[in-house]
């Protein structure tokens, strides 16, 4: 046993292994955890498409290396002092986006103590679930188009700048006379905050995903349009056919019946304690769950 001892010990010795204190593996930890954050926004945005762009860029630029294009080699090394700054330029949105959504974290605002909380019955109380079930399924009824956004994380003032204040708590009576047709706030969208309606008549970005159906409106395309740029949940109320549809997430599913309706509700209004419900969410761009 102890000639066993020394021969892993005499071995062991040979390699130069470094101390490895308890700050180098909180760095790794967070090393690990910003470079996992870094590949998911890459993966999620455009940028997946321009880091298979330069993956390809990279690949001449070898082969020219290695037979001595001397013309490609000048052209790459007047291209790369540029090159960062063009893609903060193009990626701008998504950077700025990224930032956001980092610093809205829930896990993260929970360990600063910059996280507000909700209230015992989460994100908005049942009442309001409620009210919005009732309102939707009165409009669809009579192919009234409504164009509803619910907040999480994500603020969405900017949003709230293109319309008009409204600031009313949210009743199925207040969300049937607002996208009543010749009202003055039919047009456009809503913005629910906690059991608010915050602004009416705002105006959405729509959305340029190219797997969206073609019979889809505007409705549907700023509904998915905003899913697209924030966490927040969007509800749209066919004019035509009366039929509701979710948003969440760039994921639209269309003609949702009343008990998936419901539950994502419920999990969008995160009650403390409840039991976490997962709602499958399919369109032409893929599924998801949520």
């Known amino acids: 046993m102890a000639n066993i001892?020394?021969?892993?010990?005499?071995?062991?010795?040979?390699?130069?292994m470094p101390d490895i204190s308890w700050t180098d593996i909180i760095e790794i930890i967070v090393i690990a955890f910003l470079v996992y954050e870094i590949m998911l926004w890459i993966k999620t945005t455009k940028a997946w498409a321009l880091?298979?762009?330069?993956?390809?860029?990279?690949?001449?630029?070898?082969?020219?290396?290695?037979?001595?294009?001397?013309?490609?080699?000048?052209?790459?090394?007047?291209?790369f002092t540029i090159a960062a700054t063009a893609i903060v330029v193009v990626f701008q949105p998504e950077l700025r986006r990224a930032l956001e959504q980092l610093g809205k974290k829930a896990n993260f605002g929970d360990?600063?103590?910059?996280?507000?909380?909700?209230?015992?019955?989460?994100?908005?109380?049942?009442?309001?679930?409620?009210?919005i079930i009732?309102?939707?399924?009165?409009?669809?009824?009579?192919?009234?188009?409504?164009?509803?956004?619910?907040?999480?994380?994500?603020?969405?003032?900017?949003?709230?700048?293109?319309?008009?204040k409204v600031d009313a708590l949210v009743t199925s009576q207040l969300l049937i006379n607002i996208f009543e047709h010749n009202t003055p706030l039919h047009d456009g969208a809503i913005v629910i905050r906690g059991d608010r309606i915050t602004y009416a008549t705002c105006y959405l970005p729509l959305s340029d995903n190219l797997s969206l159906s073609k019979e889809l409106g505007t409705r549907h395309r700023a509904g998915v349009g905003i899913s697209e740029v924030s966490d927040a949940l969007t509800i749209i109320v066919s004019e035509e056919t009366g039929r509701i549809s979710l948003a969440y997430e760039g994921e639209l599913e269309r003609n949702v019946d009343q008990e998936?309706?419901?539950?994502?509700?419920?999990?969008?209004?995160?009650?403390?304690?409840?039991?976490?419900?997962?709602?499958?969410?399919?369109?032409?761009?893929?599924?998801?769950?949520?």
Not at 60 to 75: D, G, H, K, R
Not at 270 to 288: D, H, L, Q, T
């Open 5 to 16: 001892i020394e021969f892993l010990k005499s071995n062991f010795e040979k390699f130069n």
């Open 51 to 79: 880091l298979k762009g330069i993956v390809v860029i990279l690949l001449v630029f070898l082969f020219a290396e290695i037979f001595e294009m001397s013309t490609i080699l000048w052209i790459a090394n007047r291209l």
């Open 111 to 131: 360990i600063v103590f910059f996280d507000q909380g909700h209230s015992e019955e989460g994100r908005f109380s049942d009442k309001t679930l409620d009210e």
């Open 134 to 164: 009732k309102g939707c399924n009165a409009m669809a009824k009579v192919k009234t188009g409504a164009l509803i956004v619910i907040e999480q994380n994500n603020s969405l003032t900017e949003v709230e700048r293109t319309g008009i």
């Open 260 to 290: 998936n309706f419901r539950r994502m509700l419920e999990v969008i209004q995160n009650k403390p304690g409840a039991e976490k419900k997962r709602v499958r969410f399919k369109s032409k761009a893929g599924r998801r769950k949520v």
